[in-house]
Nanobody
Framework: QVQLVESGGGLVQAGGSLRLSCAAS????????MSWYRQAPGKQRELVAA???????NYADSVKGRFTISRDNAKNTVYLQMNSLKPEDTAVFYC??????????WGQGTQVTVSS
């Protein structure tokens, strides 16, 4: 089992920055990929960024060049640095972890609100 706790959300003005953190506990060694998803009001949940245990990353087109995902294996933590935020980035952001048994674990979510 893996437990995930997100932090770092909040209210920011358009053009500002936030850094989300996701601390993992439990069987961190079994995690293959960690990702950030988001869900805006009235919209489907979407993948924002993902990082493998080896550091390979991929991003949604809407955040490329603005968001950066990183992983600190020593701290069992994954980060999402978000720059040049836009009002359309407003959403609840969720951290996920996929383990070697193809199970996906979810955090509780953290709210990001970008004002115009």
């Amino acid at each position: 089992q893996v437990q995930l706790v997100e932090s770092g959300g909040g209210l920011v003005q358009a053009g500002g920055s936030l850094r989300l953190s996701c601390a993992a506990s439990g069987s961190f060694f079994s995690i293959k990929t960690m990702s950030w998803y988001r869900q805006a009001p009235g919209k489907q949940r979407e993948l924002v960024a993902a990082i493998s245990r080896y550091g390979s990353t991929n991003y949604a087109d809407s955040v490329k060049g603005r968001f950066t995902i990183s992983r600190d294996n020593a701290k069992n933590t994954v980060y999402l640095q978000m720059n040049s935020l836009k009002p359309e980035d407003t959403a609840v952001f969720y951290c996920t972890a996929d383990d070697e048994n193809y199970r996906r674990f979810w955090g509780q979510g953290t709210q990001v609100t970008v004002s115009s």
